[in-house]
């Protein structure tokens, strides 16, 4: 069986970036949104700390508070509400794929810079009013 030597240098899997592969939106937007899929799961424990913090009284209360009040802590906190909105405005955009709508390389690039445009206005949106309140 013999190959020739183009397709032996072809790259394998689109996740060689780097020499092999040039990253395209698509495919990047593809990644976040599956890394901001975990993040949104791993920043629901927060949450579940904030909860059992409540319930378990003042002290705790005020314990977990100090963390998420410090610089660190809100820059968490920030991130983790830019991956729930950047997953929900391509979840949406995904949606839109699911139905049919969009599917061409120049829409699906102006929906792709679309996601990014309105999940970083959203986050932002989000934390002007919660600091306002």
């Known amino acids: 069986m013999s190959t020739s ?4 240098k072809r790259p394998l899997s689109p996740f060689m970036i780097g020499p092999f592969y040039r990253p395209q939106l698509t495919s990047m937007l593809s990644i ?6 975990l993040v949104v799961t791993l920043g629901s424990l927060f949450v579940t ?6 319930a378990a ?5 005020g314990l977990f508070s100090g963390v998420m009040l410090a610089w660190y802590g809100q820059a968490l906190l920030f991130a983790w509400s830019w991956a729930i909105l950047f997953h929900l405005c ?5 949606l839109g794929w699911d139905w049919g709508f969009g599917l061409d390389i ?3 690039y102006l929906t792709g810079y679309s996601v990014v445009a309105a999940s970083a206005v959203l986050t932002i949106a989000v ?4 600091y306002a309140a």
């Open 57 to 61: 009284g003042p002290q705790w209360y």
């Open 5 to 8: 030597k183009s397709v032996d």
């Open 106 to 108: 120049k829409t699906a």
């Open 90 to 94: 391509n979840g949406i955009r995904h």
């Open 127 to 130: 934390w002007v009013v919660a």
């Open 32 to 37: 976040t949104h599956r890394l901001t899929g």
């Open 49 to 54: 700390g904030w909860l059992i913090a409540l």
